[in-house]
T-cell receptor
Framework: EPEVTQTPSHQVTQMGQEVILRCVPI?????FYWYRQILGQKVEFLVS????????KSEIFDDQFSVERPDGSNFTLKIRSTKLEDSAMYFC????????????FGEGSWLTVV | AQTVTQSQPEMSVQEAETVTLSCTYD???????LFWYKQPPSRQMILVIR??????QNATENRFSVNFQKAAKSFSLKISDSQLGDAAMYFC???????????????FGKGTKLSVIP
């Protein structure tokens, strides 16, 4: 069964450093997402991406965050200058077009900012 | 804005028994989708079951079924013949069916931690 894959599975970074989280969505999917889950809290929507542009973003997704689809397969989330409160599990997800289609999640990238 | 409420932070069930996890939601929309995702200790988010709001029939996937009460805005998950591998955090999620919105982002509840007792 096709999967969303994410790298790295775990990254530790110093406060103020830039971090790039990478995702390979399912190949025939056209909508891509990033979600965040702070330890012990619920999963929160960050951003959605379609047709090479952001289609929707949450209040969490401020100027420190950016997303990119640099080639035909990868979808990245960049955090420009990490803060302690950015420590969380970051989930990439994707789905096909059509309103009925389910969103499939990757295994997550656990980011620890120290 | 839509909200999803899971009122049971933790639940436990004996192996082979049945357990029901509760979820309520608030929306003014008539077209939407509801999901249950499972998050085991590995923290991967795994789709368990989905329900389209326009369908009156409750969704079923093997040992997992839902009780969808649209008027009451309730969407509970029933796990039959519970197995040790069912132990996980379970998240209820809502998604708009409005095509104008486009992105169809998910709104999650806070989750219910299910323990299975051997």
């Amino acid at each position: 069964e096709p999967e969303v894959t994410q790298t790295p599975s775990h990254q530790v970074t110093q406060m103020g450093q830039e971090v790039i989280l990478r995702c390979v969505p399912i190949s025939n999917h056209l909508y891509f997402y990033w979600y965040r889950q702070i330890l012990g809290q619920k999963v929160e929507f960050l951003v959605s991406f379609y047709n090479n542009e952001i289609s929707e973003k949450s209040e969490i997704f401020d100027d420190q965050f950016s997303v990119e689809r640099p080639d035909g397969s990868n979808f990245t989330l960049k955090i420009r200058s990490t803060k302690l409160e950015d420590s969380a599990m970051y989930f990439c997800a994707s789905r096909q077009t059509g309103s009925g289609n389910t969103i499939y999640f990757g295994e997550g990238s656990w980011l620890t900012v120290v | 804005a839509q909200t999803v409420t899971q009122s049971q932070p933790e639940m436990s069930v004996q192996e082979a028994e049945t357990v029901t996890l509760s979820c309520t939601y608030d929306t003014s929309e008539s077209d939407y989708y509801l999901f249950w995702y499972k998050q085991p200790p590995s923290r991967q988010m795994i789709l368990v079951i989905r329900q389209e709001a326009y369908k009156q029939q409750n969704a079923t996937e093997n040992r997992f079924s839902v009780n969808f009460q649209k008027a009451a805005k309730s969407f509970s998950l029933k796990i039959s013949d519970s197995q040790l591998g069912d132990a996980a955090m379970y998240f209820c999620a809502y998604r708009s069916g409005d095509t104008l919105a486009g992105s169809y982002q998910l709104t999650f509840g806070k989750g219910t931690k299910l323990s299975v007792i051997p």
